[in-house]
């Protein structure tokens, strides 16, 4: 989000504050932020505020922008911000944060609204013309995003520079309703929930198993080529692993913490590079081992809070296709290299376009930031540096670093242009430093290494959600977990059905059949529903003649065919992965 459009959709943020004041008084504003292709307010509502609510609190907005002018800035004092927002204990607990934090306090005005807040606003109100926002929807919101808080309103608005990209945005979202994976993901018997197990753990069918194992196995294709070997990991450490990483600190309350019979703690593990530091140290590495490339794909565990819970894109049970590069900082732009490879062929397989955003300090606020100064600035030119040598446009992102590297997140637009970050590439001067590994130079003295994140697809179940809507459940053939299914009319061709069925099965063809007593037309609309690409159908003639005909997902009936030329045509679709 640039900041012309950020700064456009925190002023649209105060603006509907306004007129929910106006409109239900005594209702109590708590924070308003813009956020990717809009903004939002919590409010405690006086009343009660429902979607059918939304065009009279837009026309309410309409009318106050008439009488705005510009965004005022007031400081405040600690003593004047309290007695302003006297009465509001959201507001007040916010002061309370900032103060602590000793940090400046301002509030802005706009015509008779006054809202407290940090800045970024229009120049003048005229610059937000009226038919470039629209309210969407009314949800619940925890304060905070604490259960045990009070439950706030939360009113949605879209808004954009100008009127026709904020109608292909609504366009857009019309279409990713009918995509929604966690739609369809149930349609297609590919996942579910169920609340003995718990939110966020969700549960993969066989369908969906499929597609999992398809994916990893395709990124372990790539990376066996660079040399990378696999390695596993338990589940659980102490929480001692996590205090010398420097994460117990920053995500203790993010854990699931464990206590043993002998009252020792352990924690589900968050992450796996802690661990995966542990082998690289079990033995002196000389600089002739170097690089030492680990792969591992396995499960991390976050306390995500249940408000937060969504399908598969937020979940608790997370897998990693996680790697981790050890190697002389000498090495590092060819390993790094490497990844970029591997990345792109990946996403190449399933038409993401990607943009690259590298991800960098604050450099106002360093202190958030584990390790040394000299080594941070030497990681982030070297990421500059691999970005020029590709040719790539990037956005710098300061703040986006992760608190002990920098990094290179790679964002992937979909079939109906949203944008998601997918593969991330990380260069770790700080966990080498705190877990003292190094290598044995030509001098035979130890020099300190650097390590090397890097995930493919970063979360399988948030990259199956993005890929499930990308292609509204229609998988290209190599990743669809039935590629065919057999239809016999009659049951006088069932026999021949089922040798087709044992021929595909023998070439590797995921295969299923209908035998049921419903006409050819219900069987076909069944499959068409469940997305399979190819529909074989077997009648008289086909029998006779030994072959089957096929019917092509979105292209319909593409003729008569022997089984052998099926399964080399289908074959090569999934070796080409089109």
């Known amino acids: 989000m640039n900041e012309k459009l950020q700064h456009l959709r925190h002023s649209l943020a105060h603006l509907l504050g306004a007129a929910v004041l106006e409109l239900y008084p005594g209702s109590k504003l708590a924070i308003g932020p813009a956020?990717?292709?809009?903004?939002?307010?919590?409010?405690?509502?006086?009343?009660?505020?429902?979607?059918?609510?939304?065009?009279?609190?837009?026309?309410?907005?309409?009318?106050?922008?008439?009488?705005?002018?510009?965004?005022?800035?007031?400081?405040?004092?600690?003593?004047?911000?309290?007695?302003?927002?006297?009465?509001?204990?959201?507001?007040?607990?916010?002061?309370?944060?900032?103060?602590?934090?000793?940090?400046?306090?301002?509030?802005?005005?706009?015509g008779r609204f006054v809202d407290l807040c940090r800045g970024g606003h229009v120049k003048s109100a005229a610059d937000i013309k009226?038919?470039?926002?629209?309210?969407?929807?009314?949800?619940?919101?925890?304060?905070?995003?604490?259960?045990?808080?009070?439950?706030?309103?939360?009113?949605?608005?879209?808004?954009?520079?100008?009127?026709?990209?904020?109608?292909?945005?609504?366009?857009?979202?019309?279409?990713?309703?009918?995509r929604d994976h966690k739609k369809l993901g149930l349609e297609l018997d590919l996942f579910t929930f169920s609340d003995l197990v718990g939110g966020g753990l969700p549960l993969f069918t066989p369908k969906g198993t499929i597609i999992r194992n398809l994916l990893d196995d395709y990124v372990w294709e790539l990376r066996k080529k660079y040399g990378y070997q696999q390695v596993d990991i338990p589940h659980i450490t102490k929480r001692d692993l996590y205090e010398k990483s420097g994460h117990w600190d920053k995500f203790k309350d993010e854990l699931?913490?464990?206590?043993?019979?002998?009252?020792?703690?352990?924690?589900?593990?968050?992450?796996?590079?802690?661990?995966?530091?542990?082998?690289?140290?079990?033995?002196?590495?000389?600089?002739?081992?170097?690089?030492?490339?680990?792969?591992?794909?396995?499960?991390?565990?976050?306390?995500?809070?249940?408000?937060?819970?969504?399908?598969?894109?937020?979940?608790?049970?997370?897998?990693?296709?996680?790697?981790?590069?050890?190697?002389?900082?000498?090495?590092?732009?060819?390993?790094?290299?490497?990844?970029?490879?591997?990345?792109?062929?990946?996403?190449?397989?399933?038409?993401?376009?990607?943009?690259?955003?590298?991800?960098?300090?604050?450099?106002?606020?360093?202190?958030?930031?584990?390790?040394?100064?000299?080594?941070?600035?030497?990681?982030?030119?070297?990421?500059?540096?691999?970005?020029?040598?590709?040719?790539?446009?990037?956005?710098?992102?300061?703040?986006?670093a992760a608190f002990y590297a920098p990094k290179l997140d790679f964002m992937g637009t979909d079939s109906i242009g949203r944008q998601w970050q997918v593969a991330t590439i990380q260069l770790d001067v700080y966990m080498p430093e705190s877990f003292?590994?190094?290598?044995?130079?030509?001098?035979?003295?130890?020099?300190?290494?650097?390590?090397?994140?890097?995930?493919?697809?970063?979360?399988i179940e948030r990259f199956m959600s993005v890929l499930i809507e990308h292609y509204a459940g229609?998988?290209?053939?190599?990743?669809?977990?039935?590629?065919?299914?057999?239809?016999?009319?009659?049951?006088?061709?069932n026999k021949w059905a089922d040798k087709v069925v044992e021929q595909l099965k023998k070439a590797g063809i995921r295969v299923e059949i209908n035998k049921d007593n419903e006409t050819l037309g219900k069987k076909i609309r069944e499959a068409e529903k469940q997305k399979i690409p190819y529909i074989l159908i077997v009648g008289e003639k086909e029998a006779k003649a030994k072959s089957v005909a096929v019917r092509q997902r979105s292209k319909g009936n593409i003729g008569l065919m022997k089984i052998d030329k099926f399964i080399k045509h289908t074959g090569t679709e999934v070796a080409d992965k089109k």
């Open 35 to 110: 956020i990717d292709g809009g903004f939002y307010y919590d409010i405690k509502v006086s009343g009660k505020i429902s979607d059918a609510d939304l065009p009279r609190i837009e026309t309410e907005m309409r009318k106050i922008l008439e009488s705005w002018n510009k965004f005022e800035e007031i400081k405040e004092t600690e003593e004047s911000a309290k007695k302003r927002y006297i009465g509001n204990p959201y507001k007040l607990e916010l002061l309370e944060d900032l103060a602590t934090k000793k940090e400046k306090i301002t509030s802005y005005q706009s």
């Open 130 to 178: 009226p038919d470039t926002f629209k309210l969407s929807h009314v949800a619940g919101a925890y304060w905070r995003g604490n259960e045990e808080n009070k439950q706030l309103t939360r009113i949605y608005g879209f808004a954009f520079e100008t009127k026709e990209k904020l109608d292909a945005h609504v366009v857009m979202l019309e279409e990713a309703k009918k």
């Open 256 to 400: 699931f913490h464990i206590k043993t019979r002998e009252d020792h703690e352990f924690a589900m593990k968050p992450m796996n590079c802690p661990h995966h530091t542990q082998i690289y140290a079990r033995k002196p590495h000389s600089y002739r081992e170097l690089p030492q490339r680990y792969a591992n794909t396995t499960k991390v565990y976050r306390d995500e809070q249940s408000g937060e819970l969504a399908g598969l894109s937020r979940v608790r049970s997370i897998t990693q296709d996680d790697a981790h590069v050890f190697c002389r900082i000498s090495q590092v732009e060819e390993e790094i290299q490497k990844i970029w490879g591997i990345i792109h062929t990946f996403y190449k397989s399933f038409d993401f376009n990607l943009e690259l955003r590298l991800s960098l300090r604050d450099t106002q606020n360093l202190e958030k930031y584990l390790g040394n100064k000299d080594h941070w600035d030497k990681a982030e030119e070297i990421l500059k540096k691999i970005a020029k040598t590709n040719k790539t446009k990037y956005e710098e992102a300061p703040g986006e």
């Open 436 to 459: 003292d590994l190094y290598c044995i130079n030509e001098k035979g003295e130890k020099e300190r290494i650097v390590m090397i994140h890097a995930a493919i697809m970063g979360s």
């Open 474 to 493: 229609s998988f290209p053939v190599w990743l669809s977990p039935v590629q065919a299914v057999v239809l016999p009319i009659t049951d006088q061709q």
